[in-house]
């Protein structure tokens, strides 16, 4: 009977942390990115004007290469705000 109350037990106690690794395979955000993906991101922030060799500027420089390219991502979406709130579709 001890072996199967151990079971149980253990049962109990692993299943919150199986169900709680599950949500995170699901999500797509914290799914480790691509050599690609790294790639292209640094590529973006190089074009912004980041350069990984000026050491003296380097937080504000990344900063604002970044602060570039987000705005750069958040323009080609194609959507827009109108003057009065509503959403403008691409055309």
Known sequence: MKPLTLA???TAL????????QSFSADQSSAP??????REEFIALEKAGYD????TDYPSNLAQAESIVAQQNHANTGYAANTNGAI????
């Open 8 to 10: 149980v037990v253990l």
């Open 14 to 21: 692993c299943a919150p942390a199986l169900s709680h690794a």
């Open 33 to 38: 990115l691509t050599r690609a993906q790294v």
């Open 52 to 55: 990984p060799q000026d050491k």
């Open 88 to 91: 403008q579709a691409p055309r």
